[in-house]
Nanobody, 122 residues
Framework: QGEFVESGGDLVQPGGSLRLSCTAS???????????LNWFRQAPGNQRELVAS???????NYIDSVKGRFTISRDNAKNTVYLQMNSLKVEDTAVYSC?????????????WGQGTQVTVSS
């Protein structure tokens, strides 16, 4: 608990933009450069879904519904992962959570942010 500090969620009109940030706290001792990083989202009544991911090597992947609109990036010097969201749609409304995963065999490390609410509405 408390490994990450998320920010950037807000109420925005359709077509608008937001940038989410997720920073590993100094107290956590987590060095994000060692982790594959993900953004998940969960809308009311829906299962949590993986939205975007970025590996330690910088390879990115996106679900089809956000391709061309969302960009995941990482700043290892700032111990932070970002999700830039453009051309937002009503269906993007959800709680967005960052996730960091790393395996040092046989131990698997899996950390979550507390979540930030994104609401897209006119």
């Amino acid at each position: 608990q408390g490994e990450f500090v998320e920010s950037g969620g807000d109420l925005v009109q359709p077509g608008g933009s937001l940038r989410l940030s997720c920073t590993a706290s100094a107290a956590s001792g987590i060095t994000l450069s060692l982790y594959d990083l993900n953004w998940f989202r969960q809308a009311p009544g829906n299962q949590r879904e993986l939205v975007a991911s970025i590996t330690t090597a910088g390879t990115t992947n996106y679900i089809d519904s956000v391709k061309g609109r969302f960009t995941i990036s990482r700043d290892n010097a700032k111990n932070t992962v970002y999700l830039q969201m453009n051309s937002l749609k009503v269906e993007d409304t959800a709680v967005y959570s960052c996730n960091a995963r790393h395996t040092i065999w046989p131990t698997h490390y899996n950390y979550w942010g507390q979540g930030t609410q994104v609401t897209v509405s006119s």
